[in-house]
T-cell receptor, first 111, second 113 residues
Framework: KQEVTQIPAALSVPEGENLVLNCSFTDSAIYNLQWFRQDPGKGLTSLLL?????REQTSGRLNASLDKSSGRSTLYIAASQPGDSATYLCAVNGNGNKLVFGAGTILRVKS | DVKVTQSSRYLVKRTGEKVFLECVQDMDHENMFWYRQDPGLGLRLIYF???????EKGDIPEGYSVSREKKERFSLILESASTNQTSMYLC????????????FGEGSRLTVL
């Protein structure tokens, strides 16, 4: 059974710092991996999706990498801003339809 | 932009009531999903549907049923609400073909008293 772990559980950084969020999964037979952002009391917003054949995806200040063989993905946020404060979740798609989610990393960027 | 709309953002119901949570998507997605999210337990899949009138149980289907009469609409039904069903409910949709990106609604916060 696929298990997804996110480290750290919480992170507090000063504005302007570059940071890395980690996601690991136990079964490397994945179809894709998706990173989401969730603001308090809201739904999930898709940030980046990486297909299993890809190594990384970039969107603005965000860069996500995927190492399928080691079961790891990282989300890199450059020049963090207070508006980046949210919970970040990664989710692994193993059988084409259902995602398994990590517990999330709560990020706080201090101004 | 993809739009997934959940009809009720906040609901308060009493134990034993029948509850309907509605979700509509405007991107002609075949796949639709219902999750619940609880502190410490993360997101758990309740049911999903890959076509009209088709449904499949997720990880925690007990106490829930679903209806998909039209492609754009996926309803979650609590036949007899209980206090342990107090939660945030999230609807999502995707195409069945690559890239299969999942899009979520804003969520429905249900409180059962």
């Amino acid at each position: 059974k696929q298990e997804v772990t996110q480290i750290p559980a919480a992170l507090s950084v000063p504005e302007g710092e570059n940071l890395v969020l980690n996601c690991s999964f136990t079964d490397s037979a994945i179809y894709n991996l998706q990173w989401f952002r969730q603001d308090p009391g809201k739904g999930l917003t898709s940030l980046l999706l990486i297909q299993s054949s890809q190594r990384e995806q970039t969107s603005g200040r965000l860069n996500a990498s995927l190492d399928k063989s080691s079961g790891r993905s990282t989300l890199y946020i450059a020049a963090s801003q207070p508006g980046d404060s949210a919970t970040y979740l990664c989710a692994v798609n193993g059988n084409g339809n259902k995602l398994v989610f990590g517990a999330g990393t709560i990020l706080r960027v201090k101004s | 932009d993809v739009k997934v709309t959940q009809s009720s953002r906040y609901l308060v119901k009493r134990t034993g009531e029948k509850v309907f949570l509605e979700c509509v998507q405007d991107m002609d997605h075949e796949n639709m999903f219902w999750y619940r999210q609880d502190p410490g337990l993360g997101l758990r899949l309740i049911y999903f549907s890959y076509d009209v009138k088709m449904k499949e149980k997720g990880d925690i289907p007990e106490g829930y049923s679903v209806s998909r009469e039209k492609k754009e609409r996926f309803s979650l039904i609590l036949e007899s609400a209980s206090t342990n069903q107090t939660s945030m409910y999230l609807c999502a949709s995707s195409w069945p073909t690559p890239p299969r990106e999942l899009f979520f609604g804003e969520g429905s916060r249900l409180t059962v008293l």
